[in-house]
């Protein structure tokens, strides 16, 4: 992801949240999740939250709960940051080859 520490921060959805509103509880969490909708940077904030074990709040579009739940079926993961940058290459790689194939036909 390449950015120091929260550099990313700065370019989130919720930057103009009231932080309050994304850490929440109940149904209050699905309208914090809308904020994370088409974020720019909602896998710096979820590997960020995943590496460091934040156990609280939305963050990358996950609530606390489903991110100990992803921290439990994936134990050996050692850096959240480098597994995500690097299926997010390999998305945009597959994307792009698609978008080739397409033109060519």
């Known amino acids: 992801m390449g950015e120091s ?3 990313w921060a700065a370019r989130g959805s919720c930057r103009t949240s009231d ?3 994304l850490f929440v509880e109940g149904a209050g ?3 914090a ?3 994370c909708s088409g974020c720019p940077v909602r896998t710096e904030c979820l590997a960020y ?4 074990q934040i156990d609280h709040g939305v963050w990358g579009g996950m609530t606390d709960r489903e991110r100990r739940a ?3 079926r994936r134990p050996t993961v050692v850096s959240w940051s480098k597994l995500l940058e690097q299926a997010r290459r390999e ?3 597959q994307v792009g ?3 080739q194939l397409t033109r060519a036909s």
């Open 5 to 7: 520490d929260t550099d």
């Open 19 to 21: 932080p309050d509103e």
């Open 29 to 31: 969490q699905n309208r």
């Open 33 to 35: 999740k809308a904020v």
């Open 49 to 52: 939250a995943l590496d460091a």
């Open 70 to 72: 992803l921290l439990r």
């Open 91 to 93: 998305y945009e790689q």
């Open 97 to 99: 080859a698609q978008a």
